[in-house]
């Protein structure tokens, strides 16, 4: 006999319903998602901006690989500096900002990902740090980065002077 009924089921759908009402659709998330557009918007007119003048960066042959890689994350990068300054904002006033650090973390590991598989020599190595970045932004926005680098703290041995 099955433990799943109509009203079993029905009683957890209300219970995620629930929870989604208080947790998820609340104004505090909503206030923060539109911080997050709204950076989105200023990011972009800044971007379009400040790319003509990386276009004049890479005539400087010093620079020009770096400004090359950069070029494409503008945009991103941009946002991305917007959106650490509103979490600095927020934290300051001490305004929720949980759904900020989320946009932040997720962005964060998308211009390193575009970043480093630019500028990887090899695919091999650029797939790697891909599944670590993602996998790092993963837990953080789980907030379960710092217990897990603190297991991993407590299983390392030391080979010489070597921690591993």
Avoid: C
């Avoid at 003048?53 to 500096?81: C, I, K, N």
């Amino acid at each position: 006999m099955s433990d799943f009924t109509a009203a079993k089921l029905t009683e957890i759908g209300h219970a995620i319903l629930q929870w989604l009402l208080v947790n998820v659709f609340v104004l505090d998330n909503a206030v923060q998602l539109l911080v997050v557009a709204a950076a989105f918007g200023a990011a972009t007119v800044l971007a379009r901006r400040l790319v003509p003048l990386f276009e004049r960066l890479m005539t400087y042959r010093q620079v020009a690989t770096l400004v090359g890689a950069l070029l494409p994350l503008v945009l991103p990068l941009t946002w991305l500096l917007l959106q650490w300054l509103a979490i600095l904002a927020a934290g300051a006033l001490r305004w929720p900002h949980h759904v900020l650090e989320i946009a932040a973390s997720l962005l964060t590991a998308w211009v390193a990902i575009r970043l480093v598989s630019q500028l990887a020599p090899n695919p091999m190595w650029a797939k790697v740090i891909t599944w670590t970045v993602w996998s790092i932004a993963a837990l953080n926005i789980l907030n379960l980065l710092e217990p897990t680098i603190a297991l991993l703290d407590s299983a390392a041995i030391t080979v010489g002077q070597l921690r591993v």
